[in-house]
Structures are given as structure tokens and as C-alpha cells.
């Protein structure tokens, strides 16, 4: 964002600096073409009131001699022509070009040359003035200045480095003051962003800290503080409910389960045994979702940061781990693992996000299936970002499409499953260990038949070179 507020800033400035330097340079220019002109329209004048006096050969060698030394102090041309527009007298370099006919003409109309090509440090090499020799009526010819611009070139080019000199110093310093307001104005929004970033993570106490920037600004950061305290404080208030209530529980229902055992040799065989078995797996349940809650509050209370670890080892050793189960089962447990995966969570992550996954497949997955576990490196499809995939794929029977996005929430059961056992909270656990490891979790179908329970997790960065 300061990037980009530092890009729309610096292309305004330019804007306004070149919209102030253009003109002003042009203006110059212009400037000091209208002095040039004033300055050699005044000597053409005094040429053509010689050339007006002009009677006698005396006359005439005294004009020949003032515009001899005049060409020869400036460098200029001087033309003397008769109203028939004939050459009288030439002294100098003269044009022959359609400036100069221009003027001529122009001239001997009794008009005298009143704007000039702006002189600007490419050109025009030389610039053609005239004026008329007589007074009103009686134009008798016409007086032809080609006069030089070296100097008046040199002028404008020395002015306009001038300017641009100027102008880049004053760039550069308003570039500067942007840079210092767009830091201190986007200092306290990074500070946002971080706090923002941390509590989204989990972090209960993450804060707004940096106390600068506009008033607006040190306003939002006392707002989302408050805002903060409160929402931590709800968490904390919940969670700890959540956790002390499954706590609590735990004590009236262990006494519960030991009576109900201490019963069961003086009840006598019949309807009265079989209510007494149901009652104690009910408490048994119960029991578990009780254990389920405890774990799910320490989950969702946890502000562990992530850590770099290897999944590549995790997987294989959990893989490991539940062999005997999945063949005590009658299940056939196999994994395909890339070496060196290697990824950026909580602690432990990927190893208790797949023992809740294998733990639903060696549930649900009848006898005789098959289960496959595989590891790659992929893109995160939210972020863009690498990460690393796994995919847990069974056989089994699956579970319809409608029901497919009710797996990850809590407590659901699939109706032909209530008899099993378990809470209903292990991929919603598994679920939210993924999200605050700042990945995610996905259940879709296999195909032809059976489920697909796949996570992925931020990958670690390389290290460069």
C-alpha cells in the first residue's frame, strides 16, 4: 500500500512540476525572442531613415559604410531594396529563404515585423526582420535584418537548465516530504495490520501499539484495541466455561459410571440388565464427549506460533502408528509420501490433524477396504501460495453429497452412524488446528466410492542461496 500510495503521489508531483516548468521555460523563450526583435528592429529603423536621406552618392556611401561595420560587429545581414523590391545595397550574409520573402513583402506594404520564431536552443538558426523605408504612404523600400540567434540561444538554453534544475530540487524535496507523510500516515495501518493479523491467528492479546499517525487514525487504533479487549475477553469467558463445565462433569460422571457398575451383580437377568447395559454405554458417551469438548477448548485456546517441522516424517511415523489398528481391523493402510516436505504450523500439527482422519477411517471403512494416504507439495487454492497437501482416501461407503459439508462442524453424526462410538469433534478439531496453522481442511468424494479427507498447510519457506 505505501508503494502504491508512494507511486500515485510521485506521478502527481511530476505532473505538477512539469505543468509548472513547461511553461514557465516556454514563457522565457518567448521572452527573450520579443527582446531580440525589439533590439534589431530598433537598429533596422535607424537603417531605414539613412536609406530614406539618401540623395546623394555621399548618402549612399555613408549607409554602405554603417551597414558594412554593422554586419561586420554583429555578424548580420543587411539588405537595402527599392519598392520594386531590387537590391540597392547588401552588406553581410543575407536570406533568400521564405522568411525573407515574407518580410519583404510584408514591408514593402508598409508594414514593419512584428513577431519572430520563438528562439529556442535547437533553433531557429537565424530569424529575418524588416521595416519599411518612408512614412506612411510614400514606401519607396525596404530595410532586411538576417540577424544571428547564437546568443539568444545560448540565453534560453542557460535559463532553461535553470528551470529544470529547479525544477528536479523542488521534485526531490516534495518527493521526500511524500515519502515521510505516506510512512507516518501508513505507519499506524501496518501496526493494524499486524495486530489484526496475529488476533485472527489466535492471538488473544495481539494489540494496536504504535501510538502515531493523523488523529483519525490514533482513534481507529483506541477503537480496535477496545474492541479487541472485548472479544478476547467473550473468547476467554467461553472457552473457559467450555473447559471448566467439561471439567466439572467429569466428577459426577465418573461416580455415575462406578455406581452404575457396582449395580449390575444384583440385578438380576431380563429387560432390567439389557436398560442397565444401555444405561452405562450412554454414560460411556457421554463420557467421550465430554473428553472431545476438553480437547477442542485447549485447541481453540492454544496461541502456540507456527514452528517449521517436517511432514514428511510426522505422516510416516502416524502412519506407522495406526498399522495395528487398521490390521486389527481387517483394513489395509497404505502411504505415499514425497521426502523432505516440509511445512509451517503449530506444533505437532499435521500428526493430530491425521490421527483424527485415520481415526474416522478406521471407524466408518468395513472390513476388508482399503485406505491411502499421500503427501505432495501443491498450491494453496485460497491463497496462491505453496503448501503442502494430504490426502486420506478410503473405500468405503462414503456419505452423500448434502452431507458432505456437515462433516467439519461439530457433534454431527451421520444418522447411520449414531451407534458408533465417538463425540462428532474430531475433523472439527482437526478442521481448526488446520485454520490456525493457516491452512485448511476438505472433505469430498472418492471416486467410484468411498471419502476423501485432505489438509493442506503453508509449506516453509526455501532457504535462498
Known amino acids: 500500500m505505501r508503494r502504491r500510495l508512494l507511486a500515485v503521489l510521485t506521478a502527481l508531483m511530476a505532473s505538477a512540476t512539469l505543468l509548472l516548468a513547461l511553461p514557465l521555460a516556454d514563457a522565457y523563450a518567448r521572452g527573450r525572442t520579443e527582446h531580440l526583435l525589439l533590439q534589431r528592429r530598433a537598429d533596422a529603423v535607424r537603417f531605414a531613415e539613412l536609406a530614406d536621406r ?65 528562439v529556442r536552443p535547437w533553433g531557429p538558426g537565424t530569424v529575418v526582420l524588416a521595416e519599411p523605408v518612408g512614412h506612411d504612404e510614400r514606401v519607396s523600400g525596404a530595410v532586411l535584418l538576417t540577424v544571428p540567434t547564437d546568443a539568444a540561444r545560448r540565453d534560453v538554453l542557460l535559463r532553461w537548465v535553470l528551470i529544470a534544475a529547479g525544477a528536479l530540487a523542488a521534485f526531490v524535496a516534495a518527493a521526500l516530504v511524500a515519502a515521510g507523510t505516506a510512512r507516518w500516515l501508513l505507519r499506524p ?68 459410571v462406578l455406581q452404575l457398575e457396582n449395580v449390575e451383580p444384583h440385578l ?14 450412554e454414560a460411556e458417551r457421554l463420557g467421550e464427549l465430554l473428553d472431545g469438548l476438553l480437547a477442542l477448548a485447549r485447541v481453540e485456546a492454544a496461541s502456540a506460533h507456527p514452528v517449521e517441522q517436517d511432514l514428511s516424517a510426522a505422516v510416516t511415523a502416524r502412519v506407522a502408528a495406526w498399522q495395528p489398528v487398521f490390521a486389527a481391523a481387517g483394513l489395509v493402510l497404505t502411504a505415499d509420501t514425497a521426502p523432505g516436505l516440509r511445512v509451517r504450523a503449530v506444533p505437532d500439527a499435521a500428526g493430530r490433524i491425521l490421527d483424527a482422519v485415520l481415526d474416522n477411517a478406521a471407524k466408518f471403512v468395513p472390513s476388508g477396504g482399503r485406505v491411502a494416504v499421500l503427501a505432495a507439495r501443491g498450491t494453496g487454492e485460497e491463497t496462491g501460495a505453496d503448501s503442502v497437501t494430504v490426502e486420506v482416501t478410503d473405500t468405503g461407503p462414503g456419505v452423500p453429497a448434502d452431507q458432505l459439508p456437515l462433516l467439519v462442524r461439530r457433534f454431527t453424526r451421520a444418522p447411520e452412524h449414531q451407534n458408533l462410538p465417538g463425540s462428532g469433534l474430531g475433523l472439527a478439531i482437526a478442521d481448526e488446528i488446520a485454520r490456525m496453522s493457516g491452512g485448511g481442511l476438505r472433505v469430498r468424494p472418492a471416486v467410484p466410492h468411498g471419502l476423501t479427507v485432505d489438509f493442506r498447510l503453508p509449506a516453509a519457506r526455501r532457504a535462498q542461496p
Do not use: I
Open 268 to 281: 438380576p437377568s431380563g429387560p432390567g440388565r439389557e436398560e442397565h447395559t444401555r444405561a452405562l454405554d
Open 54 to 118: 539618401v540623395r546623394t552618392d555621399a548618402d549612399r556611401a555613408e549607409l554602405t559604410a554603417e551597414t558594412g561595420r554593422y554586419a561586420e560587429l554583429y555578424r548580420a545581414g543587411v539588405e537595402v531594396v527599392d519598392a520594386a523590391g531590387r537590391t540597392v545595397g547588401r552588406s553581410g550574409p543575407t536570406s533568400d529563404g521564405a522568411a525573407a520573402t515574407e518580410a519583404r513583402d510584408r514591408s514593402l506594404t508598409g508594414r514593419s515585423t512584428d513577431r519572430l520564431p520563438t
Open 189 to 256: 495501518v501496518g501496526d493494524l495490520d499486524r495486530a489484526v493479523e496475529q488476533l485472527a491467528a489466535g492471538s488473544l492479546r495481539a494489540r494496536a501499539a504504535l501510538d502515531a499517525g493523523p488523529p483519525e487514525l490514533r482513534r481507529l487504533r483506541r477503537n480496535f484495541n477496545t474492541m479487541a479487549e472485548a472479544v478476547a475477553d467473550a473468547l476467554t469467558r467461553q472457552r473457559a466455561f467450555v473447559a471448566d463445565a467439561s471439567h466439572q462433569l467429569r466428577n459426577p460422571l465418573a461416580t455415575l
